[in-house]
Nanobody, 118 residues
Framework: QVQLVESGGGLVQPGGSLRLSCAAS????????VAWYRQAPGKQRELVGT???????KYADSVEGRFTISRDSDKNIMHLTINDLKPDDTAVYYC????????????WGQGTQVTVSL
């Protein structure tokens, strides 16, 4: 059974940083495409960024330069590092796992809340 468990969310002031983590079981993150999504209150879910099994990353324009996706293959964990947080980054953040050939989600985590406020 595949499980994805996010952690690391919280309340942060504008300009701050966070590192979200996604621990996987039942699947090897380094062998598939994975992604992060977010959903802000009252808004549609948004793709934040992806990383292929070949470690090619791609980000939404709204987060380019501030967000970084990485993987720790030894621990089977994926991270989303967020710098220079803005109030518009407030959302529930989800990690997803795709397949060998695609970052399209087959599995979702339960999400972790990030709130950016003074």
């Amino acid at each position: 059974q595949v499980q994805l468990v996010e952690s690391g969310g919280g309340l942060v002031q504008p300009g701050g940083s966070l590192r979200l983590s996604c621990a996987a079981s039942g699947i090897v993150l380094s062998s598939i495409g994975v992604a992060w999504y977010r959903q802000a209150p009252g808004k549609q879910r948004e793709l934040v960024g992806t990383i292929t099994r070949d470690a090619y990353t791609k980000y939404a324009d709204s987060v380019e330069g501030r967000f970084t996706i990485s993987r720790d293959s030894d621990k089977n964990i994926m991270h989303l590092t967020i710098n220079d947080l803005k109030p518009d980054d407030t959302a529930v953040y989800y990690c997803t796992a795709g397949t060998y050939h695609s970052t399209e989600p087959r599995y979702w985590g339960q999400g972790t809340q990030v709130t950016v406020s003074l």
